[in-house]
């Protein structure tokens, strides 16, 4: 009887041992084991073994996946390969290889363990976002960022870093990280929209070479807090404009008629005529040669451009006379079309100007001339009465060593104004007038004052004898 079942059971034993196949099981569910992943800058690692993937069910018998992410500066990836190049922050994306709908984003910070970093955080809500915003910083790196308002009738009142309120400037609001963690804090008050507008003037008469005129608009209510939007509607070619919050400065280019717009809402705007008039003819000195304009338009930029070429810079000299300057030999340092300064109420800008140095660095450019000149009258304002200038042959050695060959003049800006808002919007330029050794590669730089130079207009001269 044993016999006969063993007999009996011995075929159900070898089915289950070598007759079944076991079930593939495919996945249902993705998920990561951490928050984050932890790299140190400059190191490469295999994303298989330093992530772990949860797959449901347990027993999933194909766990591959693909690697991938978007375009960033903090690390790069080639297949499962990452290579933390700098410190931040980036997301990668696992997908699984059998089933595309199953993904799962995984954080992956890069740090420098021999490098303190601060942590910059903000209260999350459903009426705004931060783009471009990390996790952490290096004391002294610079933090940028920009602001998405989500609700339609909120608009930013202030944006503050810990206690310091933050200007915006071209979309992007900037600080520099402190050493300590840094708590950004934004502010909104309610969506008040305008509903009327007027304007200081309704026609505005201008003549080209004359000085710019301002257009201020008050609108109704005082509280509005829509913004305007300045355009010209008419006459691109006779005339351009900066506009500045509630007020525009309006450049003549040249006889015709303008027409300009602002508009706070699809309901409320204003126009005003312009008429510009040729330039009335005035008497020159007979040892004038030519005078050169400076023009630059800066369009929307809220900051002056760096020139980035000669003939950028060569294409913002203007005259009516015949040109005197070839070609522009070569510029250094620090050359910029158009500029700004001060804050809030503050605050100014101008197109027409070409910026010469900054507060940290000079600057020079050297022009070819088809004429020998001895002195020029330079025309426009200085950051600081203080400032210097140096004006002679660019082959001098007086470059290199003070008064070697007497080839060139250095004086100061003590009768230029300095530029500020009032200043610059009621055009309140001044000349200074410079003679130096008669030269047809004339250099002009600001020297190691670091008080920059605005240029709106320069004359060249020669006079068979210097006063």
């Known amino acids: 009887m044993k016999i006969k079942k063993i007999i009996m059971i011995l075929p159900i034993m070898v089915l289950s041992l070598f007759g079944c196949k076991s079930e593939n099981k495919e996945p249902t569910g993705l998920s990561v084991s951490s928050s984050e992943v932890k790299m140190i800058v400059n190191s490469e690692r295999d994303l298989n073994d330093i992530v772990t993937l949860r797959f449901e069910p347990k027993n ?17 990836l080639n297949g499962s390969t990452i290579k933390a190049n700098k410190i931040g922050s980036g997301y990668v994306t696992a997908t699984s290889n059998v089933n595309s709908d199953l993904k799962v984003n995984v954080k992956i910070r890069v740090y420098n363990p021999l490098i303190t970093t601060y ?47 933050l200007t915006l400037n071209d979309g992007v609001y900037k600080f520099q990280m402190p050493e ?12 008040i929209k305008a509903t009327s507008v007027t304007l ?13 005129a301002t257009i201020s608009a008050k609108v109704l209510p005082n509280n509005s807090t829509d913004l305007p939007s300045w355009s010209i509607v008419e006459g691109n070619e006779f005339i351009s404009i900066t506009p500045n919050a509630n007020k525009v400065t309006v450049h003549a280019l040249k006889e015709g008629k303008a027409k300009i717009k602002v508009t706070y809402n699809d309901e409320v705007s204003e126009e005003c005529l312009i008429n510009v008039k040729a330039k009335a003819e005035t008497p ?5 040669l030519a005078i050169y304009d400076i023009k630059f338009d800066l369009g929307t930029r809220k900051t002056p451009k760096p020139l ?24 250094e340092g620090s050359l910029y079309g158009g ?53 002679g042959d660019s082959a001098s050695s007086d470059w290199e060593t003070a008064n ?9 800006c003590k009768d230029l104004n300095e530029v500020s808002k009032d200043v610059v919007e009621n055009n309140q330029t001044a000349t200074i007038t410079i003679d130096f050794a008669s030269t047809t590669s004339l250099k002009i730089a600001t020297i190691s004052s670091k008080y920059p130079l605005f240029i709106t207009s320069i004359e060249f001269l020669f006079v068979s004898k210097t006063n």
């Open 60 to 76: 999933t018998s194909d766990k591959s996946v693909t690697w991938s992410t978007n375009e960033n500066e903090v690390f790069t």
């Open 200 to 212: 200081d003037v309704a026609t505005l008469d201008l003549e080209v070479g004359g000085k710019d």
């Open 119 to 165: 942590k910059v955080t903000y209260a999350k809500n459903e009426v705004f976002t931060i783009n471009g915003l990390q996790d952490e910083y290096e004391a002294g790196s610079e933090v940028s960022f920009s602001i998405t308002v989500l609700d339609s009738t909120k608009v930013i009142s202030e944006v503050k870093a810990n206690a310091d309120v």
């Open 404 to 412: 070697s060959d007497n080839k060139t003049t250095i004086t100061t």
């Open 284 to 288: 020159r000195d007979d040892d004038s």
């Open 339 to 391: 500029a700004n300064g001060g804050r809030q109420t503050t605050a100014w800008l101008i197109g027409d100007v070409l910026k010469m140095g900054s507060t940290s660095t000079d600057g020079s450019f050297t022009l070819s001339l088809n004429k020998e000149v001895n002195r020029i009258k330079i025309t426009g304002y200085t950051y600081d009465k203080a400032g210097k200038i140096q004006v």
């Open 180 to 191: 300590k963690d840094v708590t950004i804090d934004v502010t909104f008050k309610d969506l």
């Open 308 to 331: 980035a070429s000669n003939d950028e810079l060569f294409n913002m000299f203007e005259t009516k006379d015949d040109a005197i300057i070839d070609s522009i030999k070569s510029y």
